[in-house]
């Protein structure tokens, strides 16, 4: 069988080399020949792990990823198993620990950190409070607590402190998959915030969740009161209603657009970057003109 070496850290006298083959990682524990494969997911971790000469093994879940957990339970079982002293396993990673927050603690001393100081967010905090929406990922929800920011993400929940700029950090917690996970707000050319990038995956770059409209934007009672006709010069802009949620703008002598809500009163013109439009309205509430952003403003009044 083809076998490919692995490096190990060679501090555990215990652990013998390893390899993988045939999807499994291939070793030894105190001498006896040990297969074993793990695998994690948000919030569960899984181990299987075998001694085939002593025809013994063992499978273990748990509902926490990242923990060593699984491991040092299975060596302290094959430890009773073979009869042999028990190696105290737990201890040896408390001092790993240890040692690993030491040179945290060092390295925030020495001011040894990527984080730049004496920054602020480019927004007040309610400008990043809404929903971010990615085809693959799902649903991203910024909430505005006080004055603090929560993310709320597939039953995932973490309060945010600003770290610098518009990057964000989840506040540490070891219990939490997300914690001290960083989220950095993209502002557009509008000034807006229009995105939220993640490092989910350690292996890929920031996932972008895009800004979404408020729910209300999409509904008819507010999206009727914008139709109309409004003049642009010489030329007719006429905004109509298709359906019950989506509102289409149309230019003599150019194709019909659909206008995707932002947020509030102003609207993208899909397929067309950097194209919004902006309603206004006067004191009594009532849509007495739209701004067209392309990318210099141009006020169109609304026909009577």
Known sequence: MERLPIAGDGRRLEIGPSSYGMGWFLTTYRGHKLVHHSGNIDGFSAL?????????????????????MPTV???????????????????QLREDEKKGKEGE???KKKNYTPRKAGTKPSHALADYDGSYEHPGYGVMK???????????????????????YDVFEAVE?????VSKMKFQFQTGLSGDVEGLAVPLESTLKPI??????????????????LTGEYSIG??????????ESVLTLTVSGQPRYEMVPVRELTFQLKGLTGFR??????????????????PNGIVAKRKP
């Open 208 to 225: 972008v969740f895009t800004r979404m409209a408020d729910e209300a934007m999409r509904k008819r009672e507010f999206l009727e009161p």
């Open 48 to 68: 299987v792990t075998m001694m085939p000469r002593e025809k013994m093994g063992m499978v273990i879940l748990t509902n926490m990823n990242g923990s060593p």
């Open 234 to 243: 010489p030329l007719t802009a006429a905004v109509a209603l298709q359906g």
């Open 173 to 177: 917690d070891p219990v939490n998959p």
């Open 277 to 294: 439009v902006e309603f206004k309205k006067d004191g009594a509430g009532k849509v007495i003109e739209a701004v067209f952003h392309q």
């Open 142 to 164: 910024i909430k505005l607590e006080g004055d603090q920011l929560r993310v709320a993400f597939n039953g995932l929940s973490s309060m945010l402190g600003h770290y610098h």
């Open 73 to 91: 339970l299975s060596y302290h079982v094959y430890d009773r198993l073979l009869g042999l002293a028990a190696v105290d396993w737990t201890g």
């Open 105 to 107: 603690e060092e390295a």
